[in-house]
């Protein structure tokens, strides 16, 4: 089924949140809709979830601290590449790949930081990972936001864009019917930003770190997928 595209611009949200489990998930997921919205002037807030200390486990030249700065460097270049080069983030630093368990003293803390990102931004629009990614910190990077928000007592309109679901997701991870209504935007004038964005999460593209057979590299098929004309979310209907 088609949805008509629609303009970024007019998307009337004042104060932008932008939550990104991951450096790269930003660009990949949400950064067309943030290039219009920010050469509108409107605020825009990004918070990184996790590190990203955990793409590439075995390399012996990149540890998980040295990755880890890679990344936060990495993604406020991606943020400069969408003409957000001032625009407010926070990089909260959970474990890539780990974040804390519910009820441990950590998830705690994690939804406490979570708490005041959200009480200081006060969105009005929140671009969320997919709720059932089926990559495990984006879920749980929904859960601490949307836990988040609601304890601050915030109902912002909220759009969820997916990364992993159409690869690799099982049919569980899908919307159920009536959940979701999908919102596709024409991304028009930021697909050449968005790329370069993309392309500065070098660590994730390129073949930088070559001593590590078992590390994670974003492929071209997965970043054509993301990156095109069309930038599309799901809207919870309820
Ligand atoms: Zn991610």
């Known amino acids: 089924m088609t949805t008509p595209l629609l303009d970024p611009s007019r998307l009337e949200a004042r104060r932008i949140l932008a939550v990104a489990p991951h450096p790269d998930d930003e660009a990949l997921g949400c950064g067309a809709v943030m290039w219009h919205l920010g050469r509108l ?4 807030h990004v918070a990184f979830v996790t590190d990203g200390g955990a793409s ?8 998980r601290t040295r990755l880890a700065a890679a990344r936060e460097a990495e993604g406020a270049e991606a943020l400069a590449a969408l003409g957000l080069g001032e625009v407010g983030r926070t990089f909260m630093r959970l474990r890539d790949a780990d974040m804390p368990a519910e009820g ?14 959200v009480r200081d931004v006060r969105p009005d629009l929140v671009l969320l990972p997919w709720r059932r ?17 609601n304890q601050a007592g915030l109902q ?3 759009l969820e864009y997916a990364i992993w679901l159409d690869e690799i997701g099982a049919p569980g991870d899908h919307p159920k019917p009536g959940e979701m209504e999908r919102v596709s935007f024409a991304v028009g004038g930021a697909l050449a930003p968005k790329r370069r964005a993309v392309a500065a999460h070098r660590t994730q593209t390129e073949p930088l770190i070559h001593d590590d057979p078992t590390a994670f590299r974003l492929t071209e098929a997965t970043i054509d997928r993301l990156v095109g004309p069309v930038e599309s979310y799901w809207r919870p209907l309820s």
């Open 156 to 158: 912002p309109l909220t």
């Open 56 to 63: 590439h486990p075995n390399s012996p030249t990149w540890p």
């Open 41 to 44: 002037g409107r605020t825009i």
């Open 104 to 117: 441990t003293p950590d998830h705690i803390a994690a939804l406490e930081a979570a708490g005041s990102v």
């Open 133 to 149: 990614d089926p990559h495990r910190d984006h879920r749980d990077a929904w859960s601490l936001f949307r836990r988040a928000l």
